[in-house]
């Protein structure tokens, strides 16, 4: 019994591998990005957040990346200027950018975002 539990694991994580190393290398061979998204509170205030892994696995910070460098531009040019939370003086804006995430206070600018840069 515990080898068929033991063997069912090693089953499961060797298809979870292969899968993400087959995701990675399609998304690479169409030139697409991987972007993790999920759910957090600036300010109290719920907001969606996409932060983009680039090709070699690490997140991008402002200056050294010009895919990052260009989403930040894009993001100014849809959604308009932004502060730093703690620089906003209490008034929520549409979307943040800090820590190699972008944060979006709307659903529809974060779906925008993917399809823009996903």
Excluded at 13 to 25: G, R, S, Y
Excluded at 92 to 99: A, H, S
Aim: net charge negative.
């Amino acid at each position: 019994m515990n080898q068929q539990i033991y063997q069912q694991a090693i089953d499961d994580a060797a298809k979870k591998m292969a899968h993400d190393i087959d995701t990675e290398l399609l998304m690479s061979l169409l030139g697409w990005n991987r972007i993790e998204v999920s759910d957090g509170k600036i300010l109290g205030s719920q907001y969606h957040s996409a932060r983009p892994v680039y090709d070699d696995g690490a997140y991008a910070i402002t200056g050294r990346s010009v895919k990052w460098d260009k989403a930040v531009e894009w993001c100014v040019e849809q959604f308009g200027p932004t502060r730093l939370p703690w620089q906003s003086n209490g008034k929520l804006e549409r979307w943040y950018v800090n820590n190699s995430v972008f944060w979006f206070k709307n659903d529809d600018d974060l779906t925008l975002f993917l399809l823009r840069w996903a």
